[in-house]
Each structure stands twice: as structure tokens, then as C-alpha cells.
């Protein structure tokens, strides 16, 4: 057995295929899309046996002056990760990937596997993931919701909101309001173009759903299809909108969406225990599972977190959070780069 790295997509996606097949972050296009908005240098690893793929570990390559390199499967995304057949691949590809950190002067190797792994590195699961398991139809989950959450969601109907669903000629409307919300909480928004690069690689896959009032938007959210699994890994919406409970209404009209096309289950996103997020996706009933991150460092140092939540970063969280929007859409980008 030996490790390749791997240039082309279809052997890759065929292993993928048959070991996860749900449509994952594994899959080839995830790579050209992190390529080619962040330009980050990608480093696909496969166990290979008999001429076969038995094993895969995608990476990349995260290169920054202020807080050093660091290989990370996968950057920007909440999972990815080893995908393996055997024990041996496993052993491999992880030793494989403490090399390669080495060889390149990173500091960490970080596999964002999601759930639990026989991974022999630092296991830290801060963050969990909430997942709504759907009935067969929308007035079975309706019933189920506490008297108050229905409260809102009527609240919400009668706001008037405009329900605007799409794809690409959505994005500029839904990033409009996601960099105000990101500028509001303290952190660097993504480029425009990593959302673009995904609609245009995953249209069939991915649905924006955006509420109005006349004609500025107030609310948005990214939704992606894996399979039976619809994922919101962003939503957004203007403070002003919430008194009229817009994000309580596009939780609602999405979990409505999800079930009428079929969906048996929706990940509502990573988010940190006792949060607000947190607590807001708390009412929808969801079951809550932690999300398992592994980490090599050189020697033997602690975990990095480079994420907005750490203590660390609360001064500058702080004043990000005053700072005018063109100046927060011009730098976010720069920094997020750096913080995958």
C-alpha cells in the first residue's frame, strides 16, 4: 500500500461514490471551488492498493504569516475529512499527512471529520451540529412545535414579507444581507465570488431562499442538497426585520420546502453550545450532535482556534463590529482567507 497524490477527478469521485454515497465535501468540485476563490494549494491524498483506491484524505494548504500554516480538511466547510476501507489506509494517510505538514512548515493538521473516528490525534468537539429529522408532511411538524413557536411563525405570515426562492440571481441579494449580519457579529464576511463559485459549480444543488419589504431584502439563506439531507450553512437577516420574526419565517418556509421535496432531514449548521444561534435552533426540536475535529500539532502544542468565538479575538470583534460596511467587505475577505 502507498500513498499518490491525486490530479484528476474521476478516479477520486468514484471512491467517494462508493464508500459515501450521499453527495459530500469530498467530492471533486468542493476542491475546484476553495481553488479557485482562495487560491489555497490542494493536496489530495489516496491510500492505494492493487492499483485501487482504498482510502482518501483531501487537504489543503492554509498559508499565513500572522498565525502560521496549517493543512485543513476541509477549509470554510464543518466536515470532510478521512475517508478510508481499512485500518492500514487510515494509519497511512494520517501519517502521510503529519509528513507532508512537515515537509511544508505547517504548523497543525486539522481533519474536520464530523463524527466520531478512530483518529489517534487531539479530538475537540466545541461545536455541534443541529439536525431536524422531517415527518412526511408539513402539519405533522407544525403540531410538534411549542405553542410560542407557532406564535411567531404567525407573527411572521403577517409581517408581508416578500418569499423570493432562486439560484444565482439571488446571490447578490443574499450576500447583501449576510455581510451586514457578519459585520454585526464581529466577523470577516467571505468573498462575494466563493458563493458565486458554488452556484455556478452546484446550481442543481443549492437554493436561495430571501424575504423582502418593498425592495430591500432582510433576510436570506444558503441552502445545499446532499442527497436526502438539505444543510444550511449560512443564513442571514437585518436586525430591524427580526422584530417581525423574519428568521423565525424562513426557518419555517424552508422546513416546509425540505418536506414537500422529499428531504428526510435538515442540518441546520455548526454552532457553538449556549450561543444565541444556538438557542434559536434549540426551539425547532432538533436533535443535536457534536461535531468531532482532530488535530496534529508540532510538538505536541495545543489545538489552534482561529475562530471568531475564541477569547482571544474579542478586542477586535469588538471594533470590527463598528466599523463601516465598505470597509469590513473590503477586508473580511483578505482575513477570512486565513481563518478557513
Not at 475529512?81 to 494517510?93: D, H, Q, R, V
Not at 431562499?209 to 444550511?232: K, M, N
Request: a positive charge.
Amino acid at each position: 500500500m502507498r500513498v499518490e497524490f491525486v490530479k484528476q477527478a474521476e478516479h477520486w469521485d468514484n471512491y467517494v461514490t462508493s464508500v459515501a454515497p450521499q453527495p459530500s465535501y469530498h467530492s471533486w468540485s468542493w476542491r475546484t471551488i476553495i481553488e479557485e476563490t482562495f487560491g489555497h494549494e490542494p493536496y489530495y491524498l489516496a491510500a492505494i492498493e492493487d492499483g485501487r483506491i482504498c482510502g482518501v484524505l483531501p487537504l489543503f494548504l492554509i498559508r499565513s504569516r500572522l498565525f502560521g500554516n496549517s493543512l485543513v480538511s476541509l477549509p470554510f466547510f464543518t466536515y470532510a475529512g478521512l475517508l478510508s476501507s481499512s485500518e492500514a489506509a487510515t494509519s497511512l494517510l494520517l501519517n502521510t499527512a503529519q509528513g507532508l505538514a512537515d515537509q511544508l512548515g505547517a504548523r497543525s493538521v486539522e481533519i474536520r471529520q464530523g463524527s466520531a473516528a478512530p483518529i489517534p490525534w487531539i479530538e475537540s468537539s466545541p461545536r455541534v451540529t443541529m439536525e431536524l429529522v422531517l415527518p412526511t408532511s408539513a402539519e405533522e411538524y407544525w403540531k410538534k412545535l411549542s405553542s410560542g413557536m407557532r406564535n411567531k411563525i404567525r407573527q411572521g405570515q403577517k409581517a408581508g414579507f416578500e418569499i423570493r426562492w432562486g439560484g444565482i440571481q439571488l446571490a447578490r441579494a443574499f450576500y447583501e444581507v449576510f455581510a451586514i449580519n457578519m459585520r454585526n457579529l464581529g466577523t470577516p464576511v467571505y468573498p462575494f465570488r466563493f458563493f458565486e463559485n458554488q452556484l455556478r459549480r452546484m446550481s442543481d444543488r443549492i437554493t436561495i431562499l430571501t424575504l423582502w419589504e418593498g425592495e430591500r431584502v432582510v433576510a436570506g439563506s444558503f441552502l445545499t442538497a446532499h442527497g436526502r439531507t438539505l444543510e444550511l450553512p449560512w443564513s442571514a437577516s437585518l436586525l430591524e426585520s427580526r422584530k417581525k420574526y423574519s428568521q423565525v419565517m424562513m426557518y419555517w418556509l424552508f422546513i416546509q420546502h425540505a418536506i414537500s421535496q422529499g428531504f428526510e432531514r435538515i442540518d441546520l449548521g455548526r454552532c457553538q453550545r449556549d450561543s444565541g444561534t444556538y438557542n434559536f435552533k434549540r426551539h425547532w426540536n432538533p436533535v443535536e450532535r457534536p461535531l468531532y475535529w482532530y488535530y496534529r500539532t508540532k510538538d505536541g502544542a495545543s489545538a489552534p482556534n482561529l475562530h471568531a468565538d475564541n477569547p482571544k479575538f474579542k478586542i477586535a470583534t469588538k471594533v470590527w463590529r463598528h466599523l463601516p460596511l465598505t470597509v469590513t467587505n473590503s477586508l473580511g475577505p483578505r482575513l477570512v482567507r486565513v481563518l478557513p
